[in-house]
């Protein structure tokens, strides 16, 4: 069965500071992505990654997907404090017809 | 921008009671699927349905759980005799093809007395 393990689980920053999510799977996959969730609200769809070596970036997020060691990161650059919220990476089982999600990363950035 | 929706946002029903969720699916989407999440837990799946037919489910998806899409518009969620263990937030979500990411609904918060 697959495992999509998310460290760390809690994040507390300082803004401007620099700090990395990684998303560790335990089945061969190279369909990964991620999602941003606000408190009681539904999951926003951040970053597609389809292929080893992709690296996507969209302002101060950028994720990249490594197939071989099964692993994805999430960068976060000088991060602020609308960047607060839970970071979710999913894995696709090609043909399972399903993401598998990681528990999540709460990410809290203070002033 | 196209949207999944789904209703009710937010459902309270007596344990042993019959509920159905609705989702209406982005119109061009060819699979969908529901997921529930516990608070502030993990997203776990539940089912996917592609081509009229389920092709995937979880553990969780047993015999109280099923999903129809009557009409080619909707597609719901219906829980034959929900359980206290049942309270959760349940998305709904649609895909274009196998590769595109998930576009997930707003959800519906069930609560069982």
């Known amino acids: 069965e697959l495992k999509v393990e998310q460290n760390p689980l809690f994040l507390s920053m300082q803004e401007e500071k620099n700090y990395t999510i990684y998303c560790n799977y335990s089945t061969t996959s190279d369909r990964l992505y991620w999602y941003r969730q606000d408190p009681g609200k539904s999951l926003e769809s951040l970053f597609v990654?389809?292929?080893?070596?992709a690296v996507k970036q969209e302002g101060r997020l950028m994720a990249s997907l490594d197939t071989k060691a099964r692993l994805s990161t999430l960068h976060i650059t000088a991060a602020v404090h609308d960047l607060s919220a839970t970071y979710f990476c999913?894995?696709?089982?090609?043909?399972?017809?399903?993401?598998?999600f990681g528990q999540g990363t709460r990410l809290t950035i203070n002033p | 921008e196209p949207e999944v929706t789904q209703t009710p946002s937010h459902q309270v029903t007596q344990m042993g009671q019959e509920v159905i969720l609705r989702c209406v699916p982005i119109s061009n989407h060819l699979y969908f699927y529901w997921y529930r999440q516990i608070l502030g837990q993990k997203v776990e799946f539940l089912v996917s349905f592609y081509n009229n037919e389920i092709s995937e489910k979880s553990e969780i998806f047993d015999d109280q759980f099923s999903v129809e899409r009557p009409d080619g518009s909707n597609f719901t969620l219906k829980i034959r005799s929900t359980k206290l263990e049942d309270s959760a937030m349940y998305f709904c979500a649609s895909r274009l093809q196998g590769n595109s990411p998930l576009h997930f609904g707003n959800g519906t918060r069930l609560t069982v007395t």
């Open positions: 999913a894995v696709d089982i090609g043909g399972a017809q399903k993401l598998v």
């Open positions: 990654l389809l292929s080893n070596g």
